[in-house]
């Protein structure tokens, strides 16, 4: 690609800001500092995650040092494990700085042969680059924090490669929106516990979830983390829920 058809990044984009919050872990990109005082509206939904959130503490998450690094993230981590992600992410920040311009200046195979570590390296170079051409047109992100959010919604599942996990994923912790993210571990969680079914279809359960959720954007960032760690540690596809600090499933005692 020659300098002339080189894209650019958008100029002062606050996608590329970055973040001034920090865990123990390292920076993050979100909006909660601490527990919420309150989940959820439903009891029984209320009660699981204020165990979880008193047995792990704040998550703070996403892990990320700029928005437009939880979009990469969020594609990068489609069928693997985050240490995987966290492997190609150094590799390509080693190459240039983490920008939309930047991985589509790169030649697709030497985009692809940077993110190798995460699995699925081809396709998830194309998904970047197709996701990063979008995001420019759209405006960056403060187009995904002001747009009127549905339409927006729709707009980045049309984008190649982009499935409703990838994009709510991206919408709650890159942009900020209030949008409940389904994945493995919520599924599992809400399936064992008799709160929902585990199998249902991705919009059913998370329709479910934003009608019971407290509307508070730190709800929706720690609900999905407490998730994430929860599935991590206890909630796997052979439970070990002896261990858990939630209140053990009926059926799974």
């Known amino acids: 690609m020659s300098r002339a058809q080189a894209p650019r990044d958008l100029r002062d984009d606050p996608g590329l800001v970055p973040t001034q919050r920090a865990n ?70 080693e190459r240039a700085r983490l920008t939309p311009a930047s991985l589509l200046c790169l030649d697709e195979a030497e985009l692809a042969e940077l993110v190798r570590p995460s699995g699925y390296y081809r396709m998830k170079a194309r998904k970047l680059r197709a996701l990063s051409e979008w995001y420019l047109a759209a405006g960056g992100l403060a187009a995904l924090v002001t747009r009127p959010l549905a339409p927006l919604r729709a707009e980045l599942l049309a984008v190649w490669g982009v499935g409703p996990e990838t994009a709510d994923s991206i919408l709650c912790y890159a942009a ?32 479910w979830l934003e009608e019971r959720l407290v509307d508070s954007q730190a709800v929706y960032e720690e609900f999905h983390a407490l998730a994430v760690r929860a599935g991590n540690a206890f909630c796997k596809p052979t439970p070990r829920c002896a261990e858990c600090a939630a209140t053990t499933p009926p059926g799974l005692a």
């Open 24 to 93: 123990a872990r390292g920076p993050y990109v979100g909006r909660a500092t601490r527990a919420p005082r309150r989940f959820a509206r439903d009891a029984a939904l209320e009660r699981l995650l204020r165990e979880l959130a008193g047995a792990f503490g704040p998550q703070r998450w996403w892990p990320a040092e700029t928005p437009f690094e939880v979009m990469v993230g969020a594609i990068l981590t489609q069928n693997t494990a985050w240490t995987n992600v966290e492997r190609a992410l150094a590799r390509l920040k």
């Open 176 to 207: 900020g929106r209030r949008v409940a993210v389904v994945d493995v571990y919520t599924r599992r969680l809400l399936g064992r516990h008799g709160l929902a079914d585990g199998d249902a279809p991705y919009e059913e359960l998370r329709t």
